[in-house]
């Protein structure tokens, strides 16, 4: 029996953590979510590469919300709306998606496919940096989810830890970063993002109020629930 390959910046082919026919079998599953609205934005994300959690990811963090019965959703990191729309869909029409997006452009790209999909009206987007947004609302949430640059991580989740209710979920994508967070030698994106992440996720496991696990769906999901007294 041969020896397993390890990874290397040269193969990170090896790192690819789902294998890519599983993921298909698994979107073959998704019919039920079909929505003309979503397929629009998926068609908009590959057009122009735009980073977008995809569907896999989105069925995920839905799943997550119900399973919390979430009705108060941070979004550090919003795009145009994505992972928004399965948030909305979760959190019911009670419910209230706090959107952060640097860029107004994308709050009205977001405000056209939500409002076509009937889920605005669950929508607060506020435009500027996600932290800025963050600190200018109260209260607690049931979720607070962290998609922003990935330099920032370990600050959000300080930022977000203590405004999440008992049972509640902190959730950050892209916690695999492509596998380099596996790697002793890699490429990095930015300079200092990798270390950045692998900081991030040592810090949330470490952290004895919350009981955490990654998903290695596309890029790595992380879940951690608040503690309950």
């Known amino acids: 029996m041969s020896e397993p390959q390890l990874p290397t910046a040269n193969n990170p082919s090896v790192l690819i953590p789902v294998n890519p ?7 073959g ?41 979430a009705k ?45 999909a009937g889920l605005w009206d669950r929508i607060e987007f506020k435009v500027g940096m996600a932290q800025e947004q963050f600190a200018k609302t109260e209260g607690l949430f049931d979720i ?25 979920l902190y959730i950050a994508d892209n916690v695999l970063w492509r596998g380099r967070v596996a790697l002793e030698q890699y490429t990095d994106v930015f300079s200092g993002w990798t270390e950045a992440i692998k900081e991030h996720n040592r810090q949330v496991f470490n952290d004895p109020e919350f009981d955490a696990f990654i998903n290695p769906t596309r890029d790595g999901v992380l879940v951690a629930r608040k503690k309950t007294p």
């Not at 735009?50 to 990811?57: A, D, E, H, Q, T």
């Open 29 to 69: 599953l998704l019919h039920p979510t079909d929505h003309p609205v979503l397929a629009d934005m998926e068609a908009l994300a590959e057009k122009n590469n735009f980073p977008i959690v995809g569907r896999l990811v989105g069925a995920f963090l839905a799943t997550q919300a119900k399973m919390i019965g």
């Open 72 to 116: 108060r959703v941070f979004e550090f990191g919003s795009g145009y709306g994505y992972s928004a729309y399965w948030f909305a869909q979760a959190v019911g029409a009670q419910g209230q998606v706090i959107c952060s997006e640097a860029d107004f452009l994308n709050q009205e790209k977001a405000q056209m496919y939500l409002s076509t």
């Open 21 to 27: 026919a599983i993921e298909a079998y698994q979107h």
């Open 144 to 168: 607070c989810y962290n998609d922003v640059d990935k330099g920032d991580y370990p600050d959000i989740w300080q930022m977000a830890k203590d405004r999440i209710r008992p049972g509640g």
